[in-house]
Every structure is written in C-alpha cells, then in structure tokens.
C-alpha cells in the first residue's frame, strides 16, 4: 500500500467473543469507504483500531504505506475522528466546544471561522449558549460542524454520522462530505440509513 488508508488482515476479540478477522482494504484519496454489520458486529471497534485509539488482534493498519505506531503525531494531524456520541463539555457553548476540539486535533480555527461553521451547521442563535440546553440534534451538529473546519485534515472517520439529524443537517453534511472526496480526502464512515452521498468511487467493507 503506498497511498492513503490500508487496513490488513485486522482481527478484533473482546474476551472470548471473536467480534471479526481477517479484514483488509485500501482507500486511496477520493472514495469513500463504508463499513456495514449489524449491531456488535464490531464496527465501533473497527473505527478505533483505524484511528489508532484500539490495538487489533491481529493485523495493522497502515498510512501512507507506514505502520500508525511509527507516525503517530504525523497521523494524528491528519486524521478527524468524530464517534458517534457528540462528546460535548456540557458546561461549554458550541463556540467553545468547536475551538477546543480544533485545537485539540492541531487545527485551530479563528473564531470568525468557528461561527460560520456553526451557522452552517443551523446553530445560528445557539452559538454562544451551554451546551446542557442543546437538543440530540443540535449536539449533533455542533459537534459535526468541526468538518467544516477541517478541509486540511485528509482522514474523516464518522461514526454513524447521519444519527439524529434532520433532512437540511442530512443535506449540510452530505455536501461537507462529498466536497472532502472531491479534494482528494478519504471519509471512512458507518451508517445505518441509506445515504444520498454521490460518489462514484464508494467501497463496502462487511463485517
């Protein structure tokens, strides 16, 4: 693999429960791959073994052709990794959230920036309020409106990124999504609900 995301012969067990083995894909930049399986089928294992945050069984993943344990703060630049909580701090606003998270993962936006990705998101009037009063949604959002800051971040790995939002966030995501492909980025993402990403380079990996 000498380009982009490869995933080789990755096994995951937990305890006596084999969850999946013998996976392996390679994602250049500009698809999409998406993982498939019913519920404890392993997908949230799989995305944690991708982000380097879980150690596989067995296999390796790798970036750029190189093994994640050998480039860890190189990867950790490059990679957005949203799970499928919003991991909001809940005595925090949006605003705050959004710099925190950037900053965080080495991309620290300005505030202008920040709030015109919240707007973006439809928080408008939200920005600045706790993120306690937030409905599923709207922290949703908030936590999603950190892709419209990270165009230079080639990775995006969503866990179920598509849960709670409505069909104008549906749409707001699918375009941050699909304008990350065209500009060469690779998005690993699950999802339980048909996508209306248009992309002609998509892959599935089954579990």
Not at 34 to 45: E, I, L
Not at 147 to 156: F, R
Request: proline share 5%.
């Amino acid at each position: 693999m000498s380009q982009g995301l490869g995933i080789s012969g990755l096994a995951c067990s937990r305890g006596s429960r084999h969850l999946f083995s013998g996976l392996s894909a390679s994602v250049n930049p500009g698809p999409l791959l998406r993982v498939r399986g019913d519920n404890g089928a392993g997908k949230t294992s799989l995305l944690r073994m991708l982000c380097g945050l879980l150690q596989p069984t067995e296999g390796q993943v790798l970036w750029y052709g190189k093994p994640l344990a050998s480039q860890r703060d190189v990867f950790g630049h490059n990679l957005v990794y949203l799970g499928h909580a919003a991991a909001l701090k809940d005595e925090l606003s949006p605003l705050e959230n959004l710099l925190d998270a950037c900053a965080l993962g080495g991309h620290a936006p300005d505030v202008l920036a920040a709030l015109a990705a919240l707007k973006g998101a439809g928080l408008r009037g939200h920005e600045r309020t706790s993120a306690r009063g937030l409905s599923q949604g709207q922290r949703r959002r908030s936590a999603l409106a950190r892709l419209a800051l990270s165009s230079s971040a080639p990775l995006w790995i969503l866990d179920e990124p598509f849960n709670a939002l409505d069909s104008a966030a549906n749409a707001w995501l699918t375009g941050l999504i699909e304008a990350h492909l065209h500009n060469a980025g690779i998005v690993v993402l699950t999802s339980h609900q048909d996508m209306p990403i248009n992309t002609p380079n998509q892959q599935d990996l089954a579990l």
